[in-house]
């Protein structure tokens, strides 16, 4: 058996484990010189960013604490418009504190713009975003990453944390592949 047993069988490495692996150590290094006397609070939103943030963190060189959210996301009709109902546990404690918030993949922004309303409403001292991943064509609202990996559009990817949708999490590298079915 291999880590792609059970994914499609087109997937399409579109970024490589040594691309990967050169950028997280650029942006530790840039976060880093970025945060310069300063403990970093990291909050990694599961489960996507837990790859990413593992790798991350070994090249950030100061004080960390690490925490963890899981984020429940429903997009519901309210009228004609639609609405996105964004929960997140556990709560966190970032009063005074520099905050970074680590995802695997930013689309339309609302769940990082919720994040971080939501923190700075907690007090933190600042907040600053990274993702590994931005598809930035796909914003619903103006959220601008302090860091990120890279840019992509295709419409659906796995690997590196990010799950296809539970299985490939595994994978060193990220690969385009198609949406799974719905309900899957
Ligand atoms: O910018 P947005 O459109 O708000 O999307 C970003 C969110 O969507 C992804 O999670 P998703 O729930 O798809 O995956 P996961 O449960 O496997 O982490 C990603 O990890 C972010 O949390
Ligand atoms: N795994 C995965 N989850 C997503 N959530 C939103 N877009 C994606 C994607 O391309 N891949």
């Not at 530790?28 to 609070?41: E, F």
């Not at 700075?120 to 064509?137: F, V």
């Not at 990010?162 to 949406?179: C, D, F, I, M, S």
Request: aromatic residues 8%.
């Amino acid at each position: 058996m291999s880590r792609e047993e059970g994914l499609p069988a087109n997937l399409k490495a579109i970024v490589t484990a040594e691309q990967i692996q050169h950028r997280v150590v650029e942006l530790g290094r840039q976060i880093t010189a970025d945060y310069a006397g300063k403990r970093i609070v990291i909050i990694g939103v599961l489960e996507n960013a837990f790859v990413f943030m593992a790798d991350l963190i070994r090249h950030i060189e100061l004080p960390t604490v690490c925490q963890f959210v899981l984020s429940d996301i429903h997009d519901v009709e309210e009228g004609l418009a639609p609405a996105r109902e964004i929960f997140f546990f556990p709560e966190v404690e970032v009063s005074g504190e520099h905050v970074l918030l680590i995802e695997g993949l930013v689309q339309s922004g609302l769940t990082t713009d919720f994040l971080v309303t939501n923190l700075m409403g907690r007090g933190a001292a600042s907040i600053k975003t990274a993702s590994l991943l931005n598809r930035q064509s796909s914003r619903k609202v103006s959220v601008q990453l302090d860091y990120f990996g890279f840019d992509i559009d295709d419409p659906y990817v796995v690997g590196y944390g990010l799950g296809a949708p539970h299985l490939g999490r595994n994978l060193p590298y990220v690969a385009a592949t198609k949406p799974p079915e719905p309900g899957v």
